[in-house]
């Protein structure tokens, strides 16, 4: 009986995006400004010069519209709480609220130190009354957007949280069919090498499995290539040769993608070591750069007549989704392709990773 994977739920409070988030501050900064253009761009009566109003509206409009997002962005996580037809309200509401205690605040300034940037003193519900108007039009459209944003984010979440649990239900049976295939062709032969692997391969596969869908760690991964690799130095013999080159400041407890490396790796052997009859070298390499740390594995490539139908690139494609799932732009795969040699080389970042992948 065949299982597949289950959708990831849209959650509900996905309506209300993150004010304290850089783009949602710039989004709001820049629907702003617009308002602003639109205004002075309408017809007007009054006598000031473009400019003198644009800097005095703009100044006044990002200010409303800041305070407006430092409140939501403290009020997001009560505000989530609530069910999501009254948080919208509520949430309307204070922008409305915000925007009235703002233009009565600026109004009364205006007219204390007698700057003429409003409107005369017995213009003053005008004033205000414009300003909420404004604001109620603005403000409606704006979480009317955020929602379609943040319920299209669920739903990519969801779908490629579905594609990375149907990649794993693969990759682990056909991870375990090889290394069982490598295990029988030693048993008659030499008994204790295969006993030998069949320990590997079980602290392999405890790693591997018991993960739960959780993520694995940089020190993890690397330890479960080597292992995968001893296990085929006993197939191969002298025909495979491993170099490690493995930096000593290395993060170990940096979180990454389960059975991220060993695919590679395989693929390594079985599309660069095994078609040549004299075998070859594989590497692994690892570096801390940066913020991150930089992964490459390298192997001799068969000549062009002698490689054998390949899905290497399917391999590629799964593990480049499943870093961009877990780090987003931040990560990257990059493939080096020579007439003798290929390299994978892999970047991860040094950042928390969980089960809802990065924004793009």
């Known amino acids: 009986m065949s299982t597949q994977p289950k959708p990831t739920s849209t959650p509900d409070s996905s309506w209300l995006p993150d004010f304290c988030s850089l783009p949602v501050i710039v989004a709001v900064m820049i629907i702003a400004e617009l308002t602003v253009l639109v205004i002075l761009i309408a017809p007007s009566d009054e006598s000031q010069p473009l400019l003198s109003r644009l800097g005095t509206v703009t100044v006044f409009v990002q200010w409303i519209a800041m305070l407006c997002v430092v409140v939501l962005c403290k009020a997001r996580a009560w505000l989530q709480r609530l069910p999501r037809l009254h948080g919208v309200l509520v949430a309307y509401l204070l922008m409305l609220a915000i925007t009235l205690t703002g233009s009565a605040l600026a109004f009364v300034l205006d007219q204390l130190l007698n700057l003429k940037l409003t ?15 404004l604001c109620a039009l603005i403000g409606a459209a704006l979480l009317r957007y955020f929602y379609v944003i943040e319920q299209w984010r669920a739903r990519v979440q969801a779908e490629a949280r579905t594609r990375l649990d149907a990649l794993q239900a693969r990759i682990r049976p056909h991870f375990l069919f090889n290394s069982m295939n490598t295990i029988a062709s030693l048993i008659r032969t030499e008994p204790v090498a295969a006993e030998r692997a069949v320990e590997d391969l079980s602290d392999l596969f405890r790693a591997a499995l018991g993960a739960d869908g959780k993520p694995s ?20 013999r002298e025909r495979l040769h491993v170099q490690f080159d493995l930096a000593a ?3 170990g407890d940096l979180p990454v993608p389960a059975l991220l490396l060993q695919p590679l790796v395989e693929n390594a052997i079985h599309h660069g070591i095994q078609p040549l009859p004299g075998g070859g070298t594989v590497s692994l390499r690892a570096r801390r750069q940066g913020d991150g740390v930089a992964i ?3 192997n001799p490539r068969p000549a062009e007549g002698a490689r054998a139908p390949s899905r290497n690139g399917m391999a590629l494609a799964n593990t480049r989704s499943r870093i961009e799932y877990h780090f987003g732009r931040r990560g990257a795969l990059r493939v080096n392709e020579g007439d003798e040699d ?5 970047w991860l970042p040094e950042l928390p990773i969980t089960e809802s992948p990065r924004p793009a």
Do not use: S
């Not at 760690?217 to 191969?236: K, N, P, S, V």
């Not at 290929?342 to 892999?346: H, I, N």
């Open 119 to 133: 409107l005369p003193a017995q213009y003053q519900w005008r004033f205000l009354l414009r300003n909420v108007a």
């Open 296 to 298: 490459t594995i390298a």
């Open 249 to 251: 400041d290395l993060p």
């Open 342 to 346: 290929f390299e994978v080389a892999l």
């Open 217 to 236: 760690t940089l020190a993890a991964e690397l330890e479960l290539a080597q292992r995968y690799l001893a296990i085929e130095q006993l197939r191969l």
